[in-house]
């Protein structure tokens, strides 16, 4: 973790950065990038990068997209794998899980794949629990309450 910077993306120029970036068998393809790039503009989303050097570490965002009232979304968490089990995708996530509550939100929302068992376990090691989705039944919602 030593050497890993995060920050803030201030531009939306900075998120062609993650074009094509990926991990397990999510990229960040064109399609997800214009989606990225629509969604900054709203009010209080936050998309922090991680680097090592000029190295892509990480990436995660939240926003205020999500159809229950002042819920915020964890749309995006990424590392690369040569990062991985470094702590690094806890700390993204810790950080965007404050923005949030610092942003006035009850709570966060997170989605992920019944076979994603990394992200289930670190959804659940931050107090996230299983919620029925009436919206997404593919996965598994996870949903923080404040
Ligand atoms: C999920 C992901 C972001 C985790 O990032 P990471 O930086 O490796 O995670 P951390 O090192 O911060 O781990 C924190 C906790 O997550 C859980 N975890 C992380 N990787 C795990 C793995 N391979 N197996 C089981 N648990 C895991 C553990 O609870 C871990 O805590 P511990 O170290 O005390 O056991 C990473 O695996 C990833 O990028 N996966 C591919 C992209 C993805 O699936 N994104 C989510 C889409 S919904």
Redesign the pocket.
Known sequence: MDNIVIKTIADEKEIEYLRDKS??N?TYDQLTIDSLKKLFKLKDSLYLLAKSGDEFV?FCSVDIDWWENNYFFLRE???NPN?????????LMVRCIKHAKDSGAVGVV????ND????Q??SE?LNFTKWENPQWEEGITYKLVF
């Open positions: 991990s397990f999510y990480g968490i990424l590392v990062f991985q089990k470094l702590g690094v995708g806890q700390q997170t989605e992920t794949a994603n068992f990394p992200m376990k670190l090691k």
